[in-house]
């Protein structure tokens, strides 16, 4: 097989969110994988373990280590982290519309109508941008359980 190089141009958005989740979901598997092996039963007895109950233990100690495993939705120039994945997801697939009014409402405490203004639409229409985005993270984030 031989080498292909790629240019920087190569390298999409989409390319390292890909890449980000692959490693995310990598060293997640492979922290899973090491406490499988190390409360492996012992010799006379068999021990069983929820993984859902050590949950606590499969996350690194590692300072800064928390920025690695989210991502990133940036908002009026505040980049807001968002550590589910599928929570990030979802909001990507929002309109662009929507995915602002609901993170200024909803994380930046911005009243609607004061993101009316800076829209140039009216409250009303801001309401239902916002509810209709609650609807399609409900829909999307109950379908995917």
Not at 69 to 92: Q, W
Not at 93 to 102: G, K, N
Request: hydrophobic share 35%.
């Amino acid at each position: 097989m031989s080498k292909k190089y790629f240019a920087i141009d190569d390298i999409t958005d989409d390319l390292i969110r890909y890449i980000d989740r692959y490693q995310r979901r990598v060293i997640i598997n492979t922290k899973r994988k090491f406490y499988r092996n190390s409360s492996k039963p012992q010799s006379r007895g068999i021990v069983f373990i929820e993984l859902e109950e050590c949950t606590d233990s499969l996350w690194s100690i590692d300072p800064g280590i928390e920025r690695l495993l989210c991502d990133y939705i940036e908002v009026k120039g505040v980049k807001i982290p968002v550590f589910n994945t599928k929570l990030s997801e979802a909001l990507n697939e929002l309109t662009e519309t929507q995915r602002t009014i609901l993170l200024q409402n909803v994380i930046l405490k911005i009243p609607l109508n004061q993101i009316a203004d800076e829209l140039g639409i009216s409250t009303r229409m801001t309401e239902k941008h916002k509810h209709n985005a609650i609807m399609f993270l409900k829909r999307r984030l109950i379908h995917h359980e």
